[in-house]
């Protein structure tokens, strides 16, 4: 039975000079899991939105959306809210009730119910969910992956038959996202539910899709069952979970390829000569002087807990720092004392020699912030009149020139006419950062800076980072994303209960943690020591010997 049809769907936001989606052939079968990937700015939320109508965008749309066999416009409001759930990528900005039972009611009470079915539904939907234990909290005190499995329970509390979930997990740390994604496929197995979901990150449900279709330009490049398309020259390399990954970067076609990290494991014994742990030395994380210096620091926000407790940390002068940890664990807080945008209770912080507790403008001089949401930093309705406020106009022609250098540096040239909340979520990160580097600071803190980009967008980010450093910046990234930590950081810490618990090298660093690890590492454990990228990983299978007898099984 078919739950949704896209047929010759062409879509143009308002003053557009291109399609946005471009002659869209889709068909989703009930009960199936379909994975929708591509590049940043493919037109993967736009498809999403336009199934659910309250959501649409604003602009100029031709062919025909049928959902449930009726055309989508024949939908009743109920229908519509009842049958189609919608999780988006900000945890935030679904949210609209103070508490947690509120929030799980409000669709049901929306759709008219009786109070005794309300309670019956939520209560039944906070266990399923685990969330339970949550159900009289304030929802401004949950943590971040708290917050998107609200959202998921709310979603599905009205027992829709289609769910619709666009990047979901690109603001959840590696457990968090693992947890999460783990009960929609549940809801997908268990419970038949028909799911489209759009990711970057897919390796916890490339391998599980019943089908990957692939958006590129606005048009429909992949729709292929995900072996099928693992293969296909003509997907993006970066929608592949890192098992594929190292099996294309070796070149191999003897076999299927391998999805998950058990198949690339099998696959490694099955074709090459690695029978015990191979050591892999790694040099020792570089010593400067600290151009950031926390002692003993101690924050909390009112009538709260300790957030920052008994702090120690240094970051060395042109050194990257990769600080990971769960949602709610004081990353972005941490940032925010070091930038003197809170001040800490106890404790000294140093910004390259100068105490920022007692003078705080000496902080704001000397860094700045990308925070979480780039959106907090647009004022103007342009990125070109954004980027300016930021830059020094006494010299309106030198200030065009940095302006238009850093957004070269950026790649977002054609953007500068563009009204920054028009622009996919990794062009908003670009557009904050370019508002920022023509401030010319001497420290960059970066709170999550690859949220919502592809592969491609994230490899930009990561050379642009290093770019930076060669220019003589400090570092500081906040991220959930264990790759992009692997691969620019000069050295990654772990912050846990308020302070830091583990502090090394990329290698080291994640090669000493089993969970909050990279798949790569998961993959070479056993095979090679300091070993947590993909390319890591291929260059030591490149210089093992292969087997003979391939005995082709992943």
Not at 123 to 149: C, H, N, P, V, W
Not at 157 to 170: Q, Y
């Amino acid at each position: 039975m078919e739950t949704l049809a896209f047929e010759g769907v062409s879509f143009k936001y308002p003053d557009s000079d291109r399609y946005a989606l471009e002659n869209i052939d889709l068909r989703v079968n009930s009960g199936e899991l379909v994975l929708l990937c591509g590049r940043s700015g493919s037109g993967k939320s736009t498809l999403l939105r336009l199934i659910k109508r309250e959501l649409s965008p604003f602009g100029e749309l031709s062919g025909s959306i049928t959902v449930f066999g009726k055309s989508r416009e024949q939908l009743s409001v109920r229908e519509s809210v009842s049958k189609i759930g919608f999780v988006m990528q900000s945890c935030e900005n679904q949210i609209v009730t103070e508490s947690v039972w509120r929030e799980l009611a409000f669709g049901l009470e929306s759709l008219g119910l009786q109070s005794g079915e309300i309670r019956r539904k939520t209560a039944e939907t906070a266990m399923s969910f685990g969330i339970d234990k949550l159900y009289r909290r304030k929802t401004a005190t949950l943590s971040g992956g708290e917050k998107q499995l609200l959202n998921l329970a709310c979603a599905t509390v009205c027992e829709p038959s289609l769910l619709l979930l666009d990047e979901p997990t690109s603001q959840l740390d590696p457990i968090s996202a693992r947890e999460f994604l783990s009960h929609v496929l549940d809801l997908n197995r268990e419970l038949g539910l028909t799911v489209i979901i759009s990711e970057h990150r897919t390796d916890g449900i490339f391998p599980y899709a019943d089908r990957v279709v692939e958006l590129d330009g606005g048009r429909i490049s992949v729709n292929a069952a995900p072996r099928d398309a693992a293969v296909s020259n003509e997907l993006f390399f970066g929608a592949l979970p890192s098992a594929a990954k190292v099996y294309r970067m070796l070149g191999e076609k003897r076999s299927q390829p391998p999805l998950t990290v058990t198949e690339c494991r099998r696959f490694i014994a099955n074709n090459y000569m690695v029978k015990a742990a191979v050591s892999q030395e790694t040099a020792p994380p570089r010593s400067t002087a600290p151009a950031i210096r926390l002692k003993g620091v101690r924050f909390r926000y009112e009538n709260g807990k300790d957030i920052l407790n008994d702090l120690d940390l240094d970051v060395g002068e042109n050194e990257i720092l990769a600080v990971l940890g769960g949602n709610g664990a004081g990353k972005s807080t941490l940032l925010k004392v070091i930038a003197g945008v809170e001040k800490p209770l106890y404790g000294k912080v140093e910004v390259l020699g100068r105490n920022t507790v007692k003078r705080k403008n000496e902080a704001r001089s000397l860094v700045s912030m990308l925070p979480q949401d780039p959106r907090m930093l647009f004022l103007s309705s342009s990125v070109r009149g954004d980027i300016m406020q930021s830059a020094d106009t006494a010299d309106k022609e030198n200030a065009e020139k940095e302006l238009m250098r850093v957004c070269s540096k950026l790649g977002i040239e054609h953007l500068l006419d563009r009204h920054p909340y028009d622009l996919s979520g990794g062009e908003q990160q670009k557009a904050a950062l370019a508002k920022l580097l023509v401030r010319k600071p001497r420290i960059l803190l970066l709170d999550e800076p690859t949220k919502g980009m592809d592969y491609d967008a994230k490899l930009s980010t990561i050379a642009l980072v290093k770019e930076l450093r060669g220019e003589g910046l400090t570092m500081i990234l906040v991220t959930h994303d264990a790759e992009c930590a692997a691969l620019c950081a000069d050295r990654c810490a772990l912050l846990f209960d308020g302070s830091i618990v583990s502090n090394d090298t990329p290698e080291r660093f994640f090669s000493s943690l089993s969970h909050y690890t990279t798949a790569a590492a998961h993959i070479s454990r056993g095979f090679f020591e300091n070993t947590v990228t993909a390319r890591q990983l291929v260059s030591r299978l490149e210089s093992s010997e292969k087997r003979e007898v391939n005995t082709d099984k992943t």
